[in-house]
């Protein structure tokens, strides 16, 4: 648990981040999809092969990696929900957010409302 009380992500969605990056390394390769992310490759490695918690960083790369690829591929009602699970998201984690989480979080939701572009 962080200092503002969030717990992080439940193991079931480490799970799921974990098989999508788990495909797409064997789509373009180990090196090709660190860069996508904007890890190394070991730390890649070390992601899908420990089952440790990542840290908040790694965990904010591997969401904004899963929100960039993801958003291409969804309706407009997808999209709609998606900013609905990120502002409620944004309760549960309360007022413990930093300026940078908030700019994240506006800068999804604001991409997902222009159609996926971020």
């Not at 009380?5 to 999508?20: C, E």
């Not at 591929?73 to 549960?92: K, N």
């Not at 989480?101 to 800068?107: C, E, G």
């Amino acid at each position: 648990m962080n200092k503002c009380g969030y717990r992080g992500p439940k193991p079931s969605d480490l799970t799921t981040l974990r098989k999508l990056i788990s495909a797409r390394r064997e789509e373009i390769g180990l090196r090709a999809v660190a860069r996508e992310i904007g890890m190394s490759p070991s730390g890649v490695t070390k992601l899908l092969t420990q089952t440790d918690y990542p840290y908040h960083p790694t965990l904010r790369k591997l969401r904004e990696w899963q929100a960039k690829r993801s958003a291409g591929m969804m309706s407009e009602g997808e999209r709609l929900g998606c900013i609905v699970a990120v502002i409620e998201m944004a309760r549960e984690v309360g007022p413990g957010l930093s300026r940078e989480d908030v700019d994240l979080i506006y800068h999804y939701a604001s991409g997902a409302m222009n159609g996926g572009t971020t």
